[in-house]
């Protein structure tokens, strides 16, 4: 009976097992049929994937605020109701205005295969040219005594490389050891060949991987990297390139047409490094590269959608605690068929829907505000909880902590286990993935408490800082967890159908899904009512 050593977490496990019983009629308020029926709209063919900036997403805003006042929450006075706009501004390249164009005594040519970027252009085109310096793989790596950039004059010049590494004779190992075949290692490339000033540098897939393109090694990022969104009046976020060179993923066709005429292919310079493991980097001679980029640039008008319940406590009603999850997806394809995003996050809309109703089941308010933030822009880059967390429609430091559902109605089935666990975080009929809790030793002893007596495990794989596949930082609640408010993340984790087409209604374990919204209400009814301070007392701000 370790667990009951101390006398105070006895006690807290006490008072949410006697508020479990309490909350009897609130909890039998939340239904499989209800979440099937909320679910299978904002999931449906007609919302088009929900894409933010699209009428589908615009849809489901209408269909949440409409839900939100139905239920009785209240909306913020003065505001535009329900609605929370803020303005993405939306580049896209204009495809027909850009090209690569590679001069020699012989002539030029032309070349209209797509590239990307990077950092993302805040004009709408861009113009630059330079000689060419081809610089094998790019690679300083004194541990390996090796170095593509020794005795090169890059500055101001445009620069070819290669990703990865020296390759064996297939191209499946790395001679220089298995972290060089992570695309990670691109940044340390580009921070050492800025160091030298060039114009640009211009990324190319080895000849070993067999792709032609970045594009062709990640089917569909080109729907990525194609656009670039930004919030307007907001610095965007960190990018490959930010020191000021400009790095631009190419195809292999660019690559061949740069290097004709000097005896070499690209896949004969790599043969040659890899066989030698020696760097065959030069200038080439009489050769220069203009680059031409334009964009189109579009300012939308994007919503989140808010409402509260106010608290009882003539205190601790000044303090909120404000559940939150995405409502938005990634659209469709380029065959028109839908994400139709069930898990990902329609089922974090929908328990938010069906959590913001049992609140008004109860005979007695909360004794804290509860709000209901739904937000969008999740799979574009935060957007929307980056908008909300510094220009809130309720005083930032009322906040006592926040909740975020993200992809919380799946179990682990066959497919997952036939398709391997590799990068995915599906947990079990019994477990929760947990991310959070680490800013305030009373919310993680909320979590820890509610979760025992509602027959859960916590899986807390992913709550940290330095895992690899960084999922601290991958939901809307980094944004609040920056400004030092306790948060908690619930996810029952990432599964086969994850980002693609068959994420369906019919794929969702809606016994799981109950159970997981009656958790998380119970979790935010513990936090609302607990008679203490929420206390921060590991901020983020001083890791």
């Avoid at 390996?144 to 297939?170: Q, S, T």
């Avoid at 109950?514 to 607990?530: E, Q, R």
Wanted: net charge negative; with cysteine; aromatic share 10%.
């Amino acid at each position: 009976m370790k667990s009951f050593r101390n006398s105070g977490l006895f006690v807290c496990l006490l008072l949410i097992s006697a508020s479990l019983s309490a909350q009897k009629k609130a909890l039998e308020s939340i239904t499989i049929p209800d979440l099937r029926n909320h679910i299978s709209f904002l999931a449906s063919d007609e919302l088009e994937g929900r894409a933010t900036g699209e009428d589908g997403l615009n849809i489901a805003a209408r269909y949440i605020a409409c839900q939100a006042e139905h239920t009785g929450l209240n909306p913020v006075e003065g505001e535009n109701g329900f609605f929370q706009y803020y303005t993405l501004v939306d580049r896209s390249y204009n495809w027909d205005q850009c090209s690569i164009i590679t001069e020699k005594p012989s002539g030029q040519v032309e070349n209209n295969d797509h590239f990307f970027v990077f950092p993302a252009l805040e004009e709408s085109s861009l113009e630059l040219s330079g000689e060419v310096v081809f610089a094998g793989y790019g690679i300083k790596d004194e541990s390996n005594h090796y170095n593509d950039l020794e005795g090169l004059d890059l500055e101001g010049k445009i620069v070819l490389f290669m990703n990865r590494a020296p390759m064996n004779e297939d191209g499946t190992e790395c001679l220089f050891g298995p972290t060089w075949l992570r695309m990670e290692n691109l940044d340390l490339k580009v921070e050492n060949l800025a160091a030298m000033k060039p114009r640009a540098l211009f990324m190319v897939m080895d000849p070993k991987s067999g792709f032609n393109s970045l594009t062709d090694m990640v089917p569909g990022i080109e729907r990525y990297f194609s656009k670039s969104r930004t919030l307007k009046g907001e610095a965007r976020g960190p990018q490959v390139g930010d020191g000021g060179t400009k790095v631009v993923f190419i195809n292999r066709s660019v690559a061949d047409q740069i290097l004709e005429g000097t005896g070499k292919t690209l896949a004969e310079l790599q043969k040659e490094i890899d066989s030698s493991l020696e760097p065959h980097s030069f200038q080439l001679e009489g050769t220069r590269v203009e680059m031409n980029v334009s964009m189109n640039i579009e300012e939308k008008a994007i919503p989140n959608v808010f409402g509260y319940i106010e608290g009882s406590d003539p205190d601790l009603k000044e303090e909120m605690v404000i559940y939150m999850a995405h409502f938005d997806h990634i659209g469709t394809n380029d065959d028109g068929e839908v994400f139709n995003g069930a898990d990902d996050n329609a089922s974090g809309t929908v328990a938010l829907l069906e959590i913001a109703e049992a609140y008004m089941k109860e005979k007695k308010k909360p004794e804290r505000s509860v709000g209901f933030l739904w937000v969008s822009g999740e799979e574009i880059g935060l957007f929307g909880s980056s908008y909300f967390a510094n220009n809130p429609m309720v005083p930032i430091e009322s906040i006592a902590a926040v909740i975020n559902l993200d992809m919380v109605a799946r179990t682990i089935n066959e497919e997952d286990m036939e398709a391997g666990r590799k990068h995915m975080t599906i947990v079990g009929e019994d477990s929760v993935k947990v991310i959070g809790g680490l800013q305030s030793k009373v919310l993680m002893d909320i979590n820890t408490r509610t979760l025992e007596a509602m027959g859960l495990k916590g899986n807390y794989t992913y709550n940290d800082m330095n895992h690899p596949d960084r999922y601290f930082f991958r939901s809307d609640h980094i944004n609040f967890a920056r400004k030092d408010i306790p948060v908690l993340y619930y996810s029952t984790g990432t599964h086969s159908d994850y980002h693609k087409i068959s994420d369906e209604v019919e794929k969702l374990d809606f016994n799981k899904f109950l159970h997981m919204t009656k958790f998380t209400f119970m979790v935010g009814f513990n936090t609302a009512n607990y008679k203490g301070e929420i206390t921060v007392d590991h901020p983020m701000s001083t890791w």
